[in-house]
């Protein structure tokens, strides 16, 4: 132990080296490194890029998409919400039909009915994840013009406690819901955002 922390540069690294040591002597510190912050990445962007989520996080064509095995569908097949929904500039659809016509405040009890939030609207075109890939929806989503000028720390408090978010874990009868939980997804969003929010690169 005392080696270990003398290996450190002195300074604030083995002031905090020395303080995790001493609360929790028989773990390693709860600091994280390159490869845990890329662990905790790759389950932010499962749940990120699950039917549950990017069916509404969807572009600037405003029509939300209908995809995963409740559908019917395989991975990676999806379609068009059916009866040719449009979210319009307004995201909520004033200028057709309001989505709130049929998704009301509660899950629909039947199988395949509207599921239901107190807020159900698309997200702005700029939070866009439908079709993205791993990298693209990380960068997009430190940047605070495309996050709704959230630090990474909002975008954390945002999936624990947002009540929208949560329904992709509750989303009704028949629909799978998404991998993991908020308190999981928000807790790795932290440790990746600790350990310098890197991004993967699809390139290599
Ligand atoms: C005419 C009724 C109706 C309107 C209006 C409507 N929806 Fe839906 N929506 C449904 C039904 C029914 C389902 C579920 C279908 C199923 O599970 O097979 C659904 C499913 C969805 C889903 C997929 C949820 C998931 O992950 O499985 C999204 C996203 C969605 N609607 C968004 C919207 C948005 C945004 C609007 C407004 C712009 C809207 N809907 C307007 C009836 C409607
Ligand atoms: C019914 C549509 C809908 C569904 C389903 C949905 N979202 Fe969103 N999401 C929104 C809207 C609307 C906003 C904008 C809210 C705001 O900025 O305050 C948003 C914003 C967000 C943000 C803020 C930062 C950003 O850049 O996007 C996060 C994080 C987020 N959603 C996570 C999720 C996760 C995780 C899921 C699935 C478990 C999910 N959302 C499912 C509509 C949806």
């Not at 040591?21 to 773990?27: N, T």
């Amino acid at each position: 132990m005392k080696i270990r922390i003398a290996a450190l540069s002195t300074g604030a690294a083995a002031i905090v080296a020395t303080a995790l040591y001493a609360q929790a002597p028989e773990e390693a510190p709860a600091v994280a490194t390159a490869s845990t912050a890329a662990a905790s990445w790759a389950k932010v962007y499962e749940v990120f890029s699950h039917p549950r989520c990017a069916n509404c996080h969807v572009p600037e064509d405003g029509r939300p998409r209908w995809s995963g095995a409740s559908y019917g569908l395989a991975e990676g097949e999806w379609t068009y919400h059916a009866m040719n929904i449009h979210g319009g500039q307004s995201r909520i659809g004033l200028e057709s039909i309001p989505c709130s016509t049929c998704h009301t405040a509660e899950n629909s009890e039947t199988p395949h009915g509207p599921p239901g939030n107190p807020v159900w609207m698309l997200p702005p075109v700029e939070m866009t994840w439908w079709g993205k890939t791993s990298q693209e929806i990380c960068e997009q989503i430190k940047d605070p013009a495309r996050n709704g000028g959230r630090s990474l720390e909002d975008v954390a408090d945002h999936v624990a406690h947002d009540e929208l978010v949560h329904w992709g874990w509750e989303p009704g009868p028949g629909r799978e819901p998404a991998p993991y939980s908020a308190a999981e997804i928000s807790a790795a969003l932290v440790d990746w955002a600790g350990a310098g929010a890197p991004c993967p690169n699809d390139a290599e």
